[in-house]
């Protein structure tokens, strides 16, 4: 049953620590997407790779927020330090690209409160 | 005025009838249009792609493009309990791998 998977699924910090999300992508899909859901904004776009290289991070706050693919089967998203603003469910998701890159799947979320 | 439009609902239809979800674009240059399902609390699941003008079935969801209006839409027939989810809208332009997603329209279904 190939799925993404993601840890922590929850994480409770407090303002200005480090919080660090990790994804492992479907087997096999070779771009991987890193989503920040909230009720204001919705389904925003943080950043992406293909082939483990990043393609587009635009979406990321660059002083807090850091993307990396140590292999394959690891996407790290990193903040710090965080910020009450940061809660969010984090969601990673995994796809074949570029020509099936809009077919995605994702993982269950990793539910992010910053206190 | 948003990328990707939606009007957020609730929709609410009666168990067995017809919900019609809507969605507008402005990025003339898209290409790719997709819906995802969203159950409250859970991840985003893609239920349909379109890539091209006319309508595309599968079982009971029907997705309809007009590039030319910048319109894409779903029906879902024979509306059940358990499609009463978020639906989102997603967009993709050019040749870039990024999807731009609309808020989500909430359906309900009611017995």
């Known amino acids: 049953d190939a799925r993404v998977t993601q840890t922590p699924r929850h994480k409770v910090t407090e303002m200005g620590q480090e919080v660090t999300m990790r994804c492992q992508p479907i087997?096999?899909?070779?771009?991987v997407f890193w989503y920040r859901q909230t009720m204001m904004q919705g389904l925003e776009l943080l950043a992406y790779?293909?082939?483990?290289?990043?393609?587009?991070d635009s979406g990321m706050p660059k002083d807090r927020f850091s993307a990396e693919m140590p292999d394959a089967t690891l996407a790290t998203l990193k903040i710090q330090p965080s910020e009450p603003r940061d809660s969010a469910v984090y969601f990673c998701?995994?796809?074949?690209?570029?020509?099936?890159?809009?077919?995605?799947?994702f993982g269950p979320g990793t539910r992010l409160t910053v206190t | 005025q948003k990328e990707v439009e939606q009007n957020s609902g609730p929709l609410s239809v009666p168990e067995g009838a017809i919900a019609s979800l809507n969605c507008t674009y402005s990025?003339?240059?898209?290409?790719?249009f997709f819906w995802y399902r969203q159950y409250s609390g859970k991840s985003p699941e893609l239920i349909m792609s379109i890539y091209s003008n006319g309508d595309k079935e599968d079982g009971r969801f029907t997705a309809q493009l007009n590039k030319a209006s910048q319109y894409v839409s779903l029906l879902i027939r024979d509306s059940q309990p358990s499609d009463s989810a978020t639906y989102l809208c997603a967009v993709k332009a050019g040749t870039a791998s990024k999807l731009t997603f609309g808020t989500g329209t909430r359906l309900q279904v009611t017995l």
């Open positions: 790779f293909r082939n483990r290289a990043p393609l587009d």
């Open positions: 990025d003339r240059g898209s290409q790719s």
């Open positions: 087997l096999g899909h070779n771009t």
């Open positions: 998701a995994s796809g074949l690209g570029p020509s099936k890159a809009g077919e995605q799947y």
